[in-house]
């Protein structure tokens, strides 16, 4: 009998910006933001000391709503 435990390591992205980074650096307002991380879960939230986002993640989610409805 052994006593391994296995724990899963979740990939941390490189890019992780603050929600104010990101507004100042691609104009994606923190409301926006903070609905579809905090709120609706649809965006990855990282606590490293502050939260952060991926920026790939928060660019590719936005442009498949921007697809979807027509807004690109």
Known sequence: MTNI???K?????TDLMTFKE???K???????LYKWACTMGQIRIFNRGKLKLSEK???DFTE????KYGRH
């Open 64 to 67: 498949k709503r921007a697809l």
């Open 9 to 13: 390591r979740e990939d941390i992205p």
């Open 57 to 59: 993640e928060v660019l």
């Open 5 to 7: 435990i296995s724990f």
């Open 26 to 32: 691609h104009g994606i307002k923190y409301q926006y």
């Open 22 to 24: 990101i507004e100042d």
